[in-house]
T-cell receptor, first 114, second 114 residues
Framework: DTEVTQTPKHLVMGMTNKKSLKCEQH?????MYWYKQKAKKPPELMFV???????INESVPSRFSPECPNSSLLNLHLHALQPEDSALYLC?????????????FGPGTRLTVL | AQSVTQLGSHVSVSEGALVLLRCNYS??????LFWYVQYPNQGLQLLLK??????LVKGINGFEAEFKKSETSFHLTKPSAHMSDAAEYFC????????????FGQGTTLQVKP
């Protein structure tokens, strides 16, 4: 299995809702990433997990809460989001989180906040 | 700090013509460099990477890139464009250290005309 899967593909939520995005990989990778991507822009890094520990938080608002229950699974919990949080949310993984390792991206979750 | 500049936010070529997408980087240490492609409503797919081995790197789908230290460049080329190459292309440099953090360029949209 050489892919990163993300669910759901699309999500529409109100500003008072609580929802979660899920990311899974079975390649034995030990680093996992969350990115936010606006239209016609490059991905912006949000969080990095290395060996199931949060190693980078790019000053992301607390309404986004990441979780890494095990080495294959990464969640992003969403609460009280704003319309400007609407974007494509991408998950990625890499073997060891080192500079030479490429990142493998999932197809993303298209989030719309009403 | 490391950075990436992609010259030309939009490149248009005819089918069968040479594709040249430009990328210049700034790094105080030998960089790890990547080219990713993103098709509409999809995640990013790795085309190729440079990790200090051969300076001419061959990737998937007929793409290649040459690392030129003297010019701090890593331009992406393909001898003959195909309609299916139309997509967004991102050049990225890996931040030094063991975070695996990618610094992306702003992206180049490749249009292929019949």
């Amino acid at each position: 299995d050489t892919e990163v899967t993300q669910t759901p593909k699309h999500l529409v939520m109100g500003m008072t809702n609580k929802k979660s995005l899920k990311c899974e990989q079975h390649m034995g990778h030990r680093a996992m990433y969350w990115y936010k991507q606006k239209a016609k822009k490059p991905p912006e890094l949000m969080f990095v997990y290395s060996y199931e520990k949060l190693s980078i938080n790019e000053s992301v608002p607390s309404r986004f809460s990441p979780e890494c229950p095990n080495s294959s699974l990464l969640n992003l919990h969403l609460h009280a989001l704003q319309p400007e949080d609407s974007a494509l949310y991408l998950c990625a993984s890499s073997p060891r989180g080192q500079g030479a390792n490429e990142q493998f991206f999932g197809p993303g979750t298209r989030l719309t906040v009403l | 700090a490391q950075s990436v500049t992609q010259l030309g936010s939009h490149v248009s070529v005819s089918e069968g013509a040479l594709v040249l997408l430009r990328c210049n980087y700034s790094s105080s240490v030998p960089p790890y460099l990547f080219w990713y492609v993103q098709y509409p409503n999809q995640g990013l797919q790795l085309l190729l990477k440079y990790t200090s081995a051969a300076t001419l790197v061959k990737g998937i789908n007929g793409f290649e890139a040459e690392f030129k230290k003297s010019e701090t460049s890593f331009h992406l080329t393909k001898p003959s464009a195909h309609m299916s190459d139309a997509a967004e292309y991102f050049c990225a440099v890996s931040e030094k250290g063991d975070t695996g953090k990618l610094i992306f360029g702003q992206g180049t949209t490749l249009q292929v005309k019949p």
